[in-house]
Structures are given as C-alpha cells and as structure tokens.
Nanobody, 118 residues
C-alpha cells in the first residue's frame, strides 16, 4: 500500500494550496481518509476526515471554514483544499487511510511540507 501526498509548498498568508494524496495497493473506496499535520515541536494533529462514500466530512475547529476535504474514488485520490492560509498552518501534512470506523489509521503517507509566510 502506498499513499503519496503532493501539492505542498511555500505560500504567503491568505493564499491557497491544494494537497493531493494518491493511493495505491488498496481498495480505496473501502477506506475512510484523513488528513493530519505536524508542526515543528508539536504533536501530530487531526485536520480533516472523509468517509468512504464522501458523504460525511469532519474538520478540526482550527481549519473549519477554510479547508475542504474531498475524494475521487475513480482516481483513488483524496484532496485537501486549503484557503485563507495562516502562518500557524505551517506543518508537514499527512494523509492516512482507515478501514475500520473508529479504529486506528492503517496506512500513512510520507507527508508534504506546507509553509505559510507572514
């Protein structure tokens, strides 16, 4: 199984980025997908989650109204559209796949760096 994130980079505050996570080696539409992030010196934190069929979506309060998670099961890809970025959004962003609802995430990507300058 591979999860490969892309789309990170350097952006000014107020700008936007779209992250992608391409999955392979698993039955993608059987997994809910999550986005997490880890800033330097901090613990990894939940950002967003989308269920298998894309109907239910959850966000951390810190990104609600600015970030949008979506998925394309035909392309085995999950996205994170990030708007109105703030310096505090600077982190390595990871996608993860979970088979059992409420369980631990089974697979993780390698992460992509997002840096927001003030």
């Amino acid at each position: 199984v591979q999860l490969v994130e892309s789309g990170g980079g350097l952006v000014q505050a107020g700008g936007s980025l779209r992250l992608s996570c391409a999955a392979s080696g698993l039955t993608f539409n059987s997994f809910s997908m999550g986005w997490f992030r880890q800033a330097p010196g901090k613990e990894r934190e939940f950002v967003a989650r989308i269920t298998r069929n894309g109907i239910s979506i959850y966000y951390a309060d810190s990104v609600k109204g600015r970030f949008t998670v979506s998925r394309d099961n035909a392309k085995n890809t999950v996205y994170l559209q990030m708007n109105s970025l703030k310096p505090e959004d600077t982190a390595v962003y990871y996608c993860a796949a979970r088979y059992l609802s409420g369980g631990a995430y089974d697979y993780w990507g390698q992460g992509t760096q997002v840096t927001v300058s003030s």
